[in-house]
């Protein structure tokens, strides 16, 4: 099977943990081999050049509403760094941002698709509060307000690996709470969803209150992917799919060509390594 993946989110809120790339510079000195004074010392000169290493943009906030609970929408207006924007070439991309007054950055991955940024002068993000965090700092702000970002990082997903649409006519892609951030991207960015014949998205919340872009799912089935809701905490009268999403999709299966199925895992870390570790490995 084919399997898709992008930079696990490791955070709470479609985070993006990804290993940065090593300096030149850094990478040489042999840190297991040195007294700790020095290890110290060396680790602290590494930070420091990484840090530096960050250009910063100040960017307006153009909106933050509610979103799902305990998640917002947040958009940034990017109108007047082109060049910020023009980067922005993949869905599954993030970049960091920081408040300020607020000492430690955060990871966020971008959910509008590449070219609205081309068309609307702005990035989207879906970022949940968390207590004490740089995010709940963020979405207790208002239009207006002036945060930093930096460039857009990260490669994407990988969607030329299941590519062309013939030879991956099914494609799985799982995603839970705010892991859907950059499904979104990917979904509204395309990836010849209309000609595969099995395109499916598994998203996995708590309960219907905490899932984010229930207004979009017409509009995503328009496009050829089909929306699987599961819910581990239903609230109420439900009769779609509950537990994990890994479950619902065990109970589905339907699978009839593992060589030629496409899979996109976006959420928390078990899930990943329970579907990476199954059934959904190459």
């Given at each position: 099977?084919?399997?898709?993946?992008?930079?696990?989110?490791?955070?709470?809120?479609?985070?993006?943990?990804?290993?940065?790339?090593p300096m030149s510079i850094l990478r040489?000195?042999?840190?297991?081999?040195?007294?700790?004074?020095?290890?110290?010392?060396?680790?602290?000169?590494?930070?420091?050049?990484?840090?530096?290493?960050?250009?910063?943009?100040?960017?307006?906030?153009?909106?933050?509403?509610?979103?799902?609970?305990?998640?917002?929408?947040?958009?940034?207006?990017?109108?007047?760094?082109?060049?910020?924007?023009?980067?922005?070439?993949?869905?599954?991309?993030?970049?960091?941002?920081?408040?300020?007054?607020?000492?430690?950055?955060?990871?966020?991955?971008?959910?509008?698709?590449?070219?609205?940024?081309?068309?609307?002068?702005?990035?989207?993000?879906?970022?949940?509060?968390?207590?004490?965090?740089?995010?709940?700092?963020?979405?207790?702000?208002?239009?207006?307000?002036?945060?930093?970002?930096?460039?857009?990082?990260?490669?994407?997903?990988?969607?030329?690996?299941?590519?062309?649409?013939?030879?991956?006519?099914?494609?799985?892609?799982?995603?839970?709470?705010?892991?859907?951030?950059?499904?979104?991207?990917?979904?509204?960015?395309?990836?010849?969803?209309?000609?595969?014949?099995?395109?499916?998205?598994?998203?996995?919340?708590?309960?219907?209150?905490?899932?984010?872009?229930?207004?979009?799912?017409?509009?995503?089935?328009?496009?050829?992917?089909?929306?699987?809701?599961?819910?581990?905490?239903?609230?109420?009268?439900?009769?779609?799919?509950?537990?994990?999403?890994?479950?619902?999709?065990?109970?589905?299966?339907?699978?009839?060509?593992?060589?030629?199925?496409?899979?996109?895992?976006?959420?928390?870390?078990?899930?990943?390594?329970?579907?990476?570790?199954?059934?959904?490995?190459?």
């Amino acid at each position: 099977m084919a399997l898709a993946l992008s930079p696990s989110p490791s955070l709470p809120h479609a985070h993006v943990s990804q290993t940065f790339p090593p300096m030149s510079i850094l990478r040489r000195i042999p840190l297991l081999h040195l007294k700790p004074q020095r290890r110290r010392l060396a680790t602290l000169a590494a930070a420091a050049v990484r840090q530096d290493t960050t250009v910063w943009t100040p960017t307006p906030l153009a909106e933050i509403s509610p979103a799902a609970e305990s998640l917002f929408h947040v958009s940034i207006d990017i109108s007047d760094a082109p060049d910020i924007a023009s980067s922005h070439t993949r869905a599954g991309q993030y970049l960091q941002l920081r408040v300020v007054d607020v000492g430690k950055p955060t990871f966020l991955a971008i959910a509008s698709p590449p070219s609205f940024a081309s068309a609307s002068g702005a990035f989207e993000f879906l970022v949940k509060s968390v207590a004490g965090s740089t995010a709940e700092v963020l979405c207790g702000l208002k239009k207006g307000d002036v945060v930093e970002i930096s460039q857009v990082m990260g490669r994407g997903f990988a969607v030329d690996r299941i590519q062309p649409p013939d030879e991956y006519p099914t494609v799985l892609i799982f995603a839970t709470g705010s892991g859907i951030s950059p499904i979104r991207s990917l979904i509204e960015s395309g990836f010849s969803s209309k000609e595969r014949s099995d395109v499916r998205l598994y998203y996995g919340a708590r309960n219907l209150k905490r899932m984010a872009y229930q207004d979009k799912f017409k509009e995503w089935e328009s496009s050829g992917v089909k929306i699987v809701p599961v819910l581990s905490q239903p609230e109420g009268i439900w009769s779609g799919e509950t537990g994990y999403v890994q479950a619902a999709f065990s109970r589905a299966k339907k699978i009839f060509n593992p060589q030629g199925t496409g899979v996109v895992l976006c959420g928390q870390k078990q899930m990943a390594e329970s579907m990476i570790g199954g059934h959904c490995q190459l």
